[in-house]
């Protein structure tokens, strides 16, 4: 059912058996799975059905970092949180994201791929998505009809994406949880703060304030906070009640590591020396065994070990050419093509590739509290300073070489790349991927991670977390599939607690 | 066999031919014998049928390397063929077409063993960046 919190009593207290923080994916997700079981939970959402202003505006804060990133504009708070304005790709973490590489300082999961197999394929549905056969090309070669590219696997492959309608959980699971008799949904609340016993070791309520209404508290046996990213590392910090530095926070480590992914849209320029090659299965959205595919170009595992190299895919996009002079046409005849020349052509004589590279993690990249910023609850506002390395400058660069390498040996085109002309700088179309990653990171000591491995944070017995702040790296894939997937781990293991 | 397929091997034939005819009215031309120095030289200018923008190309390569600006056009043409195996002074009976099939094959093998220059923001194979330097140095000597 849903709760307008604004008709509360002022300092009313909220009792249940779960409080789940955040109406998101994995707030929706994890409110879901407890459905008609004995479980008395509360679902507290900051904003109503729609976008809100004065709403949104909680989520404003200052930029200290790279000028690319916006920090209010690419978070929605309202019911279904961000999913209200996602792009729908799937895809699950590869297995060597989880590992620890010796190349990639921080990096290291307490949980593995195999962990997480059983709850990527429970997620897929409620993403509204097809068969989970993310490692199946030929399956959907086969379906389609449509060729792979002849990749040299020792360097790049081709991987499957699943593309959500994409769904706005907010609006597809409204009335399920509407109906849903011991899931109270609190719409215009806002928690400020989690108040703990003298020992900061356990929650003991919540603080709870509305913008146009009462403060109340929420009284919860157990906690998960699913408010994002950036919020989640927020809400902690602003618990200092207690726990001087922020809850959870004993060793420094809320707030930082914080990642997003590396867009380069386009990193490079393929022009093409013969025309014609088909890159539908590609560039285009296919229907296929309940749901739709397409598929990128990404890095093989037996690269990354060999190059040492952070992950990354590119998307090939049909945007025509975006250079002066598109130089595939002149070694059209060196690469065996006699049909008409690509440099008469216009627009079907390039393709852009889009490339998300995976961040390294570094604790200087971090969220935290402003010192002088407030906002509407005379909470302190967030301060993000994304910050970027050589390291990823450099693998970006050993990307999008290793692909142009591939099209020329392919004899189908040569790659053009503003990053090619100067390798010393970003070029200036870098972008985040608004993928907001690391800040309560998980990890299997209280000294290098917030929370452990079942999402429980380090040294309080009832707060959990969920979300991509939970990450330790990222791989390229986008979040929320595994979001899901620890979600649902989550649940499973909060229900085996009772 | 396809449609297309056919008409690339006729197309191939008759430039085969005409290459033939062209050959035996050029004055010095060895018809059905191997091509002397300015043959093959002039054979590599012809395998990039673009000149001009090829030309664009090997100007940008060799622009920021003072030693390649100082190569003339035979010590490129010398450089390419080394590497596919011919040798300047003794050339093989080879025409365009099978010069431009082993360059073809060549720069593959160069993206495959990363063989490969930036060029004004272009990855190219480094037998073709030569090739495209060779064709710069030809056109400005001969202009």
Known sequence: ?498 | MSNSHVEVTRRAFIRTLLGALAAALVPGCNVGGPPDREQLIGYLTKVLRHDEAAAGLGQAYISADPAMQALSTEQWAMMLLQRIGVDLNKPPAIDVETLRRKLGQQVRQDFADETAVFVDGWLLSLTEARLCALVYRYRNSAS
């Open chain 1, 1 to 498: 059912m849903f709760v307008d919190s604004r008709e509360l009593s002022p300092r009313q207290v909220v009792e249940c058996d779960l409080c789940i923080v955040g109406a998101g994916a994995a707030g929706i997700a994890m409110a879901r799975e407890f459905i008609g079981t004995n479980k008395d939970v509360v679902l507290l959402e900051s904003g109503g059905f729609e976008y809100d202003e004065r709403t949104q505006s909680l989520y404003t804060g200052k930029n200290t970092g790279l000028p690319t990133f916006p920090v209010h504009l690419n978070r929605l708070r309202y019911f279904g949180g961000t999913t209200n304005h996602w792009a729908g790709h799937c895809r699950p973490l590869d297995a060597i994201d989880f590992e620890k590489k010796d190349w990639m300082p921080h990096s290291g999961w307490p949980i593995t791929r195999e962990d997480l197999e059983p709850y990527y394929p429970r997620a897929q549905p409620i993403m509204e998505l097809g068969e989970y056969r993310y490692e199946d090309l030929g399956f959907f070669t086969g379906k389609t009809g449509l060729p792979d590219l002849p990749l040299d696997r020792e360097r790049i492959k081709s991987a499957v994406y699943n593309q959500s309608p994409p769904t706005r959980f907010g609006t597809v699971y409204r009335d399920q949880l509407g109906r849903a008799p011991n899931i109270r949904v609190h719409l215009h609340a806002n928690a400020l703060r989690f108040n703990t016993d003298a020992s900061a070791a356990t929650v003991q309520d919540i603080d709870v304030a509305c913008i146009d209404g009462p403060r109340f508290s929420v009284r919860p046996r157990t906690v998960v906070l699913a408010a994002g990213g950036m919020e989640n590392a927020r809400l902690l910090l602003l618990s200092d009640q207690v726990a001087r530095h922020g809850l959870g926070n004993d060793n420094g480590l809320v707030g930082r590591y914080f990642m997003d992914h590396v867009l380069l849209r386009p990193g490079l320029d393929v022009s093409f020396t013969r025309l014609g090659t088909d890159l539908r299965l590609y560039h285009s959205v296919h229907d296929v065994a309940g749901g739709k595919m397409f598929a990128v170009l990404a890095a093989t595992e037996q690269m990354l070990r060999r190059e040492k190299m952070a992950n990354f895919r590119i998307h090939l996009v049909l945007s025509g050419p975006r250079y002066r002079d598109p130089v595939g046409g002149i070694f059209s005849e060196l690469d065996g093509y006699e049909g008409e020349n690509p440099l008469v052509k216009g627009r079907d004589n390039s393709i852009a590739m889009h490339m998300v590279l995976e961040p390294f993690p570094n604790p200087e990249s971090r969220v935290s509290l402003s010192a002088t910023e407030r906002d509407l609850f005379d909470q302190r506002k967030l301060e993000v300073k994304w910050l970027l390395t050589p390291a990823e400058l450099s693998n970006a660069h050993r990307a999008l070489e290793l692909v142009a390498l591939e099209f020329g040996r392919m004899g189908l085109g040569r790659g053009y790349g503003e990053i090619f002309r100067d390798d010393s700088k970003w070029p200036g179309n870098l972008e985040a991927g608004k993928h907001h990653c690391g800040t309560t990171r998980m990890s299997d000591s209280a000294k290098t991670g917030v929370v452990d491995a079942n999402c429980r944070v380090f040294g309080v017995d009832n707060l959990y977390l969920a979300g991509s702040s939970l990450f330790p790296t990222i791989g390229y894939a986008n979040p929320t599939p595994t979001i899901l997937a620890l979600a649902l781990r989550l649940t499973d293991h909060i229900k085996g607690l009772s």
